[in-house]
């Protein structure tokens, strides 16, 4: 029995030590080669500090910064291990709140936020984005329209021209990969770095 077994075995180390170990070591030496930024996480960094990744999305209350997407992220509550707390944009704990359209919870909260927001700009409509969560609870993005949305209330806190505030959204408006792929976005880190540089001359 052991002689019709063996090359089954020695055909699963062999393939667990190429998949498992040799290819994904190569993959990632290649990758730190031709994309090193981004093979480290694609972090920013300011003054020598990193303060946050391209890739994943910040919680930003403030009124003077834009704001990004709803996040139903969660971890454990620290009083007691059993349940959940809200943790916006934690990346340990990647998901969606798995709430569906018949849930009062997300209706209520959806509600809430859009409430909130005409509040905030009485004259425009409510972009989706703004009171919606991604599948991840991490996305770092917004629409264009959502960021125009909040111009208003940033270029109020700041004391800048709407104009100037608006020019910085266009000019941090990512298109379609290649044209064709996706959709276009503003990443609200960047964007918000870009009002602090702004700010500061």
């Given at each position: 029995?052991?002689?019709?077994?063996?090359?089954?075995?020695?055909?699963?180390?062999?393939?667990?030590?190429?998949?498992?170990?040799?290819?994904?070591?190569?993959?990632?030496?290649?990758?730190?080669?031709?994309?090193?930024?981004?093979?480290?996480?694609?972090?920013?960094?300011?003054?020598?500090?990193?303060?946050?990744?391209?890739?994943?999305?910040?919680?930003?209350?403030?009124?003077?910064?834009?704001?990004?997407?709803?996040?139903?992220?969660s971890?454990?509550?620290?009083?007691?291990?059993?349940?959940?707390?809200?943790?916006?944009?934690?990346?340990?704990?990647?998901?969606?709140?798995?709430?569906?359209?018949?849930?009062?919870?997300?209706?209520?909260?959806?509600?809430?936020?859009?409430?909130?927001?005409?509040?905030?700009?009485?004259?425009?409509?409510?972009?989706?984005?703004?009171?919606?969560?991604?599948?991840?609870?991490?996305?770092?993005?917004?629409?264009?329209?959502a960021?125009?949305?909040?111009?208003?209330?940033?270029?109020k806190?700041?004391g800048?021209?709407?104009?100037r505030?608006?020019?910085?959204?266009?000019?941090?408006?990512?298109?379609?990969?290649?044209?064709?792929?996706?959709?276009?976005?503003?990443?609200?880190?960047?964007?918000?770095?870009?009002?602090?540089?702004?700010?500061?001359?």
């Amino acid at each position: 029995m052991l002689r019709e077994i063996r090359p089954a075995i020695l055909l699963l180390l062999l393939l667990t030590a190429i998949t498992g170990l040799a290819y994904p070591l190569a993959m990632t030496a290649i990758a730190g080669v031709i994309f090193p930024r981004q093979a480290q996480g694609s972090l920013i960094e300011k003054d020598g500090k990193v303060i946050g990744s391209s890739l994943i999305g910040q919680e930003f209350k403030d009124d003077k910064y834009f704001h990004g997407r709803p996040s139903a992220t969660s971890a454990p509550d620290p009083a007691d291990a059993s349940k959940t707390v809200s943790a916006p944009y934690n990346a340990a704990n990647s998901g969606a709140s798995n709430l569906g359209p018949t849930s009062k919870a997300l209706a209520d909260r959806v509600k809430e936020d859009v409430e909130k927001l005409k509040a905030e700009n009485p004259g425009a409509a409510v972009p989706a984005d703004l009171v919606t969560t991604s599948g991840s609870g991490l996305d770092p993005d917004i629409s264009p329209d959502a960021a125009l949305f909040q111009v208003p209330r940033v270029a109020k806190a700041r004391g800048m021209a709407e104009a100037r505030v608006r020019q910085l959204v266009t000019e941090h408006t990512q298109g379609r990969l290649a044209g064709l792929l996706g959709e276009p976005r503003v990443n609200v880190l960047a964007l918000n770095l870009a009002l602090d540089a702004g700010a500061s001359k």
